[in-house]
């Protein structure tokens, strides 16, 4: 079965790599690329998301997950410079929670909109009730 797939970007390249990791766990057929760091320090690379993006592309999507500003701008540039770009998008999530909400619906086989709107949703989570 062919899923939806996912693109980790961070700051830290041991956070995305770590993410990748847990996300594997939860969902270990869902295509997973991290692209987390600039040449081993902190920051992201455009050229590094597009290998990650085209890496994974899958034909149902790819959703690309972002951790703080400059990255979005490094994944708008990325998807600009990708070949393949139709069914990409980039989520407005938190990374972590969104990207294990991507990781599950994905691996439960549903479509692009539906795996970015969930993850989407995370950012009303409540994580502590008054």
């Known amino acids: 079965m062919n ?7 961070s700051h830290s390249e041991e956070i995305a790599k770590g993410l990748k990791k ?9 295509r997973i690329a991290a692209a987390g760091g600039s040449d081993g320090e ?6 590094h998301i597009q290998e990650a993006i ?10 690309v997950l972002f951790d703080l500003g400059s990255a979005l701008l490094n994944a708008e540039l990325a ?3 990708a070949d393949r ?5 980039i989520a407005d999530a938190p990374l972590v929670e969104g990207a294990y909400i991507a990781a599950v619906e994905a691996g439960l086989g549903k479509p692009l909109e539906e795996v ?3 993850c989407e949703a995370a950012k009303e989570m409540v994580k502590i009730a008054k």
């Not at 847990?22 to 869902?30: F, H, N, S, W």
């Not at 902190?42 to 050229?47: D, H, K, Y």
């Not at 770009?85 to 998008?89: D, I, S, W, Y």
């Open 116 to 118: 970015v709107q969930a």
């Open 54 to 63: 085209e890496s994974v592309y899958s034909e149902k999507g790819t959703v």
């Open 22 to 30: 847990l996300l594997k766990q939860i969902a270990p057929d869902v």
């Open 42 to 47: 902190i920051g992201t690379n455009a050229l």
């Open 79 to 81: 998807l600009e410079m």
């Open 85 to 89: 770009k139709e069914r990409v998008r």
């Open 3 to 9: 899923y939806v797939s996912l693109v980790l970007v």
